[in-house]
């Protein structure tokens, strides 16, 4: 219905004037696949953490388990279980997963840049290779006829940190612009309490400031059935590398890396009454580079290292949608990707070409029930990779519940350092190969102004040819095929509104309960067979509170990460205590402006979320938001 409204708009003539149009349905009905497909980060969050990086939101308000070397260090998420490699990132569909490592790193990523952020897993990642784990989709808008735009942030907070923030753009009715630009920087010299030295001492950070900056412009025209779209995504990011904590007092160290990156397409969106076609062109050139210089005390040097990589990554895609008969719909999908990396870590430059076709049906086979079924084929290098196919039914069970039943295959190449480092790379290797079984239920209620979302789900998961770095007698180590991991899990999901006059409450919360271990031969031969997989806590959750009153509001955070293990032994010495951090804010709005005071980790807690690697205790910001 929507479809034939946006083409109906967008074939009208100017002479025509058509009177308001208002259309209902059930919400509810028409997210009846995300309990377990998908979960869409919400507005009053994004505004809250607009001026954070995408690692802090997630911590704070998703399932997914962040690990984080700390401020200006590197982020990744781990779904379900599984490594940073099987967590897929996207931006309008493509993928930002660096080809040479085959990860993100989420603090370079700005919440502010994103007009829309949601997380998916099993079947919801079916239409894209490598989400083993699970995905992150980050959308841009196009929007027209609001007029200008102007919105403008300033941060500024404890160890020097600040931020500015603006956005500048007009909307008309047949073409719209805006600029999104940034910089974030930070001395980052925070204290801690560095256990790694006996006896423990209260220190101050070292060489760990870092500075971020960037700029997204984009455009977009409505055409006669169509509209066409350009951004453009770029950004810069230089980061000193703080020592280890039993390194602290080693003043010989120069550690850091610098980045930069410039993400580019070209989007055209065609409508029909029935369906759409778009078609999107993707040019990403991407440069790392990271440095570690070693000195005696006499100025002799111990160690060297100066890793540069340069890469070009093509895409090219078109997806349709089109309208079948009663509620079913087609979906399709055609996507070539081309990967080029020049790295000194390599002995030549590096090419792979990725084609992929996907397909899938979505409909109600009968009253109260939805069926998805999907089918991807892949070809690696000209090399079949098989086909993939995935399967998602729910039923609307009576007053207000959902039953979610699911199944998904997927898999991910090893990425090219697995495959090419020098020395060590392991041009043989297989790729990963993973299924998932989830079962899910939800529950929602609307009376009198009162609110309740709850979800709750388990999964069943395993993922053949894992692979994992092991030592060789060569003094480098090597990725080999060794690991069965089999992931299981309960998942959580909470949100309840409630209002009443001037008044407002909103609360969400999530909690995970996480079991993954390696079940392999090479398991059993090393005495490692049941154990919980390094850094990936059995528990962890979160809990967010927002009250509002007129042109006040309050918001509360905590959040709890489970004990993690750092290695297989079992010395008590190698595992990282459960911890609980609580934040706050106070915000005001007057007229077009609004003021935030924030704190974060209100109880000074000592905590470390990576072995050895400091994090700040409590700090304080400020943050002053003009709005036009």
């Known amino acids: 219905m929507v479809l034939i409204v946006v083409s109906c708009a967008l074939r009208a003539q100017d002479t025509i004037t058509l009177g308001s149009i208002e259309i209902t349905a059930d919400p509810y009905r028409q997210e009846a696949l995300q309990p377990l497909l998908m979960r869409k980060v919400d507005s009053l969050t994004l505004q809250t953490q607009s001026t954070s990086n995408l690692s802090e939101l997630l911590i704070r308000h998703s399932p997914v388990f962040i690990k984080t070397y700390g401020p200006g260090g590197t982020s990744t998420a781990s779904f379900r279980g599984t490594t940073a490699s099987h967590t897929l990132v996207l931006w309008n569909g493509f993928q930002l997963n660096a080809p040479t490592l085959g990860q993100v790193d989420f603090s370079t990523i700005p919440v502010f840049l994103a007009d829309d952020i949601d997380l998916k897993w099993g079947s919801g990642t079916s239409n894209n290779s490598g989400g083993l784990g699970g995905a992150v989709n980050i959308e841009n808008k196009t929007s027209f006829g609001q007029g200008l735009l102007l919105d403008l942030k300033q941060t500024y907070g404890s160890f020097n940190t600040l931020g500015s923030f603006a956005t500048v753009g007009y909307y008309g009715k047949k073409a719209s612009f805006r600029v999104k630009a940034y910089r974030n920087s930070s001395d980052n010299d925070f204290k801690y309490l560095n256990t790694g030295l006996l006896p423990h001492k209260r220190m101050r950070q070292q060489n760990a400031d870092f500075v971020d900056y960037g700029v997204m412009p984009e455009g977009s025209v409505m055409l006669k059935h169509g509209v066409l779209s350009l951004s453009s995504w770029n950004q810069w990011n230089h980061r000193n590398l703080p020592p280890i904590m039993p390194n602290a007092e080693n003043t010989n160290t120069d550690e850091w890396t610098s980045d930069n990156f410039s993400r580019n397409f070209l989007s055209y969106k065609l409508y ?13 050139v991407e440069n790392q580079r990271y440095f570690l210089e070693t000195h005696t005390d006499t100025d002799s ?10 890469a070009l990554i093509l895409h090219q895609i078109a997806n349709v949608e089109q309208q079948l008969f009663a509620s079913w719909k087609l979906k399709g999908k055609l996507q070539w990707d081309n990967e080029k990396v020049e790295s000194n870590n390599y002995e030549d430059v590096k090419r792979r070409n990725l084609l992929s076709a996907y397909l899938a049906v979505e409909g109600h086979p009968f009253l109260n029930a939805d069926l998805s079924v999907t089918a991807r084929y892949d070809m690696v290098d000209g090399k079949s990779m098989g086909v993939f196919p995935t399967a998602t039914f729910t039923y609307h069970a009576p007053k207000g519940f959902l039953l979610s039943l699911g199944y998904s295959h997927n898999y991910r190449n090893p990425s090219l350092n697995d495959l090419y480092w020098y020395p060590g790379g392991n041009p043989d290797l297989l790729a990963e190969n993973g299924r998932t079984v989830d079962l899910a239920v939800s529950y929602h209620l609307e009376k009198e102004g009162f609110v309740v979302d709850f979800r709750s789900g388990g999964y069943l998961s395993k993922v053949n040819n894992w692979i994992q770095w092991v030592p060789t007698s060569y003094r480098f180590w090597v990725p080999e095929n060794v690991a069965k991991v089999f992931a299981r899990g309960v998942e959580n999901h909470l949100d309840v509104g409630y209002k009443w006059g001037d008044w407002k409450l909103s609360l969400s919360g999530n909690y995970v309960f996480t079991v993954t271990t390696d079940e392999s031969e090479n398991a059993v031969q090393h005495g490692i067979l049941g154990k919980q997989l390094i850094y990936i806590p ?44 609580h934040h706050a804010y106070l915000g005001k709005n007057l007229q077009r402006f ?17 072995l050895w690697r400091a994090m700040p205790g409590r700090s304080f910001e400020v943050m002053v938001n003009y709005k036009y």
């Open 538 to 581: 059995r528990h962890h959750g979160n809990l967010f509170a927002n009250l509002r009153w007129k042109t006040w509001d309050v918001g509360y955070t905590m959040e709890v990460t489970g004990r993690r293990n750092t290695s297989y032994a079992d010395e008590e010495l190698f595992d990282l205590p459960a911890y609980m951090l």
């Open 272 to 284: 029909w009454n029935t369906g759409n076609l778009q078609l999107k062109s993707g040019a990403f």
């Open 594 to 610: 609004r003021i935030e005071l924030r704190c974060n980790n209100l109880t000074n807690e000592d905590y470390q979320n990576v």
């Open 301 to 310: 040097v111990v160690t060297h290292i100066n890793s540069e990589n340069h």
